[in-house]
């Protein structure tokens, strides 16, 4: 079936580097697609999306890109800090003709953060 | 950004009872509620869609009478696991749609 994949499962940076965090997707049709980071114990925040329509969009420290040629997200943080230390998922959007439509998620980053 | 709660944030029971968790969209109304379970170092799992005001919609593989779903107004959706094992123990996470998809804390069950 459908899937969303990483093609790391755990990244280790330098405290002021910038992170590159990878997400292949296999859904062509998918319309959106969220980054979310996880805290040990605690649900996914929301980090940044992007609509199938963009290909780059900006927030504070982060930056996703969308390459729908080769399906394909990442994710990159600026200036990496001790507290970006956690997992990171990439979410997409399956939207059907019904106009339901549900998250597929993929495996997950850890990114650790060396002082 | 939007504000999902869950309760309770953790539960320990026996083998064979059956234990509710809320799920609450707090600053706004959400037809539409997802549930996920998670298991330690995996990814988010979707187990249902839970739809306000009808029948939830489960995921292949997921036993709708096991796992109870109610979503009887826009701000509450409850998850009941009924007859819990303890392979049921798991991170239970739901989520809400508002502009965007936002997740709740999270409930923590264990079961004996």
């Known amino acids: 079936g459908e899937s969303v994949g990483l093609h790391l499962p755990t990244l280790s940076v330098q405290e002021g580097d910038n992170s590159i965090i990878n997400c292949a997707y296999s859904?062509?049709?998918?319309?959106?697609f969220i980054w979310y980071k996880q805290e040990s114990g605690k649900g996914p925040q929301f980090i940044i999306d992007?609509?199938?329509?963009?290909d780059k969009r900006q927030g504070q420290r982060v930056t996703v890109l969308l390459n729908k040629t080769v399906k394909h997200l990442s994710l990159q943080i600026a200036a990496t800090q001790p507290g970006d230390s956690a997992v990171y998922f990439c979410?997409?959007?399956?939207?059907?003709?019904?106009?339901?439509?549900?998250?597929?998620f993929g495996t997950g980053t850890r990114l650790k953060v060396l002082a | 950004g939007a504000v999902v709660s869950q309760h309770p944030s953790w539960v320990i029971c026996k083998s064979g009872t059956s234990v509710k968790i809320e799920c609450r969209s707090l600053?706004?109304?959400?037809?539409?509620m997802f549930w996920y379970r998670q298991f330690p170092k995996q990814s988010l799992m979707l187990m249902a869609t839970?739809?306000?005001?009808?029948?939830?919609?489960?995921e292949q593989g997921v036993e709708k009478d096991k796992f109870l779903i109610n979503h009887a107004s826009l701000t509450l959706s409850t998850l009941t696991v009924t007859s819990a094992h303890p392979e049921d123990s798991s991170f239970y996470i739901c989520?809400?749609?508002?502009?965007?998809?936002?997740f709740g804390p999270g409930t923590r069950l264990l079961v004996l």
């Open positions: 989520s809400a749609n508002s502009g965007t998809q936002y």
């Open positions: 859904n062509s049709a998918s319309d959106y």
């Open positions: 992007i609509r199938s329509n963009m």
């Open positions: 979410a997409e959007r399956d939207t059907f003709t019904s106009g339901t439509y549900k998250y597929i």
């Open positions: 600053d706004f109304q959400a037809t539409t």
């Open positions: 839970s739809n306000e005001g009808s029948k939830a919609t489960y």
